[in-house]
């Protein structure tokens, strides 16, 4: 006859068993945090591209603007480019270029020379709207812009923006006087 042992566990046996738990969720904290890296990595990427996109169509053929915002719907980034072609204003589809968890600062020097760092929270023009000067690819401030939402916004010659998350920041940095974007 075979009798069952219900001792219950030894406690090298719940040391092993506690062990393996905490390794998982070591696991598990350690990739939330790279994942959110990861996102503010790819925002910071594409807010790069979508700048040197706008100083490039500017410098082509067209006035381009860029707007970046968060939506406070779903709280994601998103970018429209606004294109002056004579008197007309034409607002390119939106774009969603980043997740809700990174947060985006920006900064610019104002016109009594502090430097002024915002933050690109949700709402309705409470983003970043960047733009270049045709004739020599600086950036320039443009004043009283009309957004796609019916709200207006002030251009700001942006020194650089900040893409946090994950614990790790990712800088746009934009050269005024020059134009020249480049991610840091």
Known sequence: MIT???RGLTLVELMVAIA???IIATMLVMNTGYIQSSAARSLANSIKT???ETRIKTMG???TLLYIYKDSADGRYYKQFIT???DSVHYEPVEMIGKHYPSVNYSYVNSSGTTVTNTINAGSGNGLL???DRTNGKEKVVSGQALADGSTKDSVSC???TVSGGGADY???IVPATGKVSLK
């Open 4 to 6: 069952k042992d219900n």
């Open 130 to 132: 960047i733009a270049f």
């Open 50 to 52: 979508s700048v040197g």
């Open 159 to 161: 020194n650089n923006i």
């Open 84 to 86: 002056k072609v004579n």
């Open 20 to 22: 393996i738990i905490g």
């Open 171 to 173: 800088i746009v940095e």
């Open 61 to 63: 053929k067209q006035e």
